[in-house]
């Protein structure tokens, strides 16, 4: 079993055909053909079948090319670690940060890390743990950044809490019931839910009746923070969300946030990563400057 193989076999499953794995890793068709034909004989196992559209992994190609990805990922990263600790700066990282961390500690971390690794490759992916969590698993991201997941992650995981954090009320500005000091007074407005949690609209209520208040009226479902933003700017509308929006620079003049007595705790936010191999210098460098923009911003 080759190295080659390995990335002809993991590109055909990315890219979906051979003709695009082919142009994909810059080979002509027929070599790459040949490398898999080879990789499946010494296997004793057929790893794609041809469909209409492409080519698709079979049961067993499923299970191999998992290990592959974890293999190829590997190899990159220790070719990049050996060159950066002898002080290179070329590589790649990639994170997965939820919308807090942009809006809270990429400001700050991401400036410093171009200074020091100006030439690495950075990919940022906006999503919540369970999305990143297969990738940070087959080593193709580095970490993520987010709220706690409601599922503790598997012990092959270390979890690093890096703050806590709060929710608040949020309206337009100009909302004609911003001076309102109590949940019970908002109980009658309409209500737009998040997606912050994968249970945002049973939390939404259970927080009314913690209160011992009766359900809110939520006649808007918002997916996205995008639309939960736009729906509190053109609308009447009232939302729990985190309370960074009121410091954010493209939303704190367009909302404001209406103080209510009643606690609204959010999950700490936490850096998840795989806890068995360490990250490459350039992630842990970055990975550092989150943990020191965490804590500048916990002593605000």
Known sequence: MKFNQLQAVTAVAEQGSLRAAARHLGMSQPALTRSIGELERELGATLFERRARGMAPTPVGEVFIRRARVIGSEARRAQEEVSQFLGGDQGDVEVCLSIVAHMTLLPTALPQFQKRYARTRLRIVEGSFPAAEPRLRDGSMDFYIGPSPERAPSREFAVEKLFDNTRAVFARRGHPRAKARSLAELTDEVWATTGITTRAESEFAQLFARHKLPPPRTTIQADSMLSLMTTLMSSDALAVTLRQYSEFPLTRN????????????????????????????????????FRRAAADYARR
Not at 262 to 286: K, M, N, Q, W
Request: zero cysteines; proline letters at 14%; a negative charge.
């Open 254 to 289: 367009a909302l404001q946030v209406i103080e209510v007595k009643e606690p609204l705790p959010a999950p700490s936010v936490v850096l998840i990563r795989r806890g068995a191999l360490p990250l490459t210098p350039a992630a842990e460098y970055l990975a550092d400057m």
